[in-house]
Each structure stands twice: as structure tokens, then as C-alpha cells.
């Protein structure tokens, strides 16, 4: 008995059809896998800035730490020249108000570089979206446009 055999050949049509999907998926993710590379690169463009950054305010520490050290072995040599109670007392109050003054003014700056370093992470990171976002459109444009 012979068995009737259906020719199931897939049309040339289809075929073509199908490869150029699989070539414009395959392209659509190259582009997104590109943007996600440029996204990637930035971010650590942007981590070593946070890193510059911190390297700046360490340095700033130190050198107020060196500051304040410095008044305090100052202080500590005014003192053991007092006479007496009394001018013990004012070297004390005029110490403190130098120190609460130097400290005041060292947290303002602290307070000036942190908001600046924010600010520009804060603007760095909007750019950095924003092309990865044109990045992503522009490949989906693209891969839209192939079929």
C-alpha cells in the first residue's frame, strides 16, 4: 500500500519573510544593547566623578582636621602661660568662639561643594538618560522602519 505523502515545503515567500524579521530583531538589539553600552559607559564617566569628588572632600577633612589641631596646640601653649583663673576663662571663651567661627565656616563650605557635586550628578544622570532614551528610540525607529 503506498502511502500518500503531503509535500508540507515551506514557501519561498515565508522564508524570506522570516529571515528579514530574525535580521531586524537581531538589528533592533544590537541598537539597544549599543545604547545600553553608551548608558553604561556614562554611568561610570559618572562614578568616577562621585569618586573625584570624594577624594576632594577627604582632602578638605584632612585639612580642616589639620586646622583645628593647630588652634588647639596654640590654645594648649596660651594655656600653660596664664596667670590666673581669669585670664584662663577669656583665653578659653575667645577659643571657643574662634573654633565655633572656623567650624561654622568649614561646614558652609562642606555644605557649597556637596550641593554643587549633587547638583551636577543630578544633571549628568539627566543627560545620561536622555541619550539613552534617544539612543533606544532612534534603534526602535530603525528597526521599525526595516520591515
Not at 508540507?8 to 545604547?35: H, I, N, W
Not at 561646614?107 to 557635586?117: D, I, L, N, P
Not at 544633571?123 to 528597526?143: C, F, L, M, N, S
Amino acid at each position: 500500500m503506498a502511502k500518500n505523502q503531503i509535500n508540507y515545503e515551506v514557501p519561498a515567500e515565508m522564508r524570506d519573510f522570516a529571515e528579514k524579521s530574525v535580521e531586524q530583531a537581531r538589528k533592533a538589539f544590537d541598537g539597544f544593547l549599543t545604547a545600553a553600552n553608551k548608558a553604561v559607559s556614562a554611568a561610570e564617566t559618572q562614578a568616577a566623578g562621585v569618586q573625584a569628588n570624594g577624594r576632594d572632600m577627604a582632602q578638605k577633612a584632612i585639612g580642616y582636621a589639620e586646622q583645628n589641631i593647630a588652634a588647639s596646640f596654640d590654645f594648649a601653649q596660651k594655656m600653660v602661660r596664664v596667670k590666673d583663673v581669669q585670664e584662663l576663662m577669656q583665653l578659653q571663651t575667645e577659643f571657643m568662639k574662634t573654633q565655633m567661627s572656623a567650624l561654622q565656616n568649614q561646614m558652609q563650605e562642606v555644605g557649597t561643594v556637596v550641593q554643587a557635586s549633587v547638583q551636577k550628578a543630578a544633571a549628568d544622570a539627566k543627560t545620561t538618560v536622555e541619550k539613552a532614551t534617544a539612543e533606544v528610540q532612534k534603534a526602535a525607529a530603525e528597526a521599525t522602519r526595516r520591515k
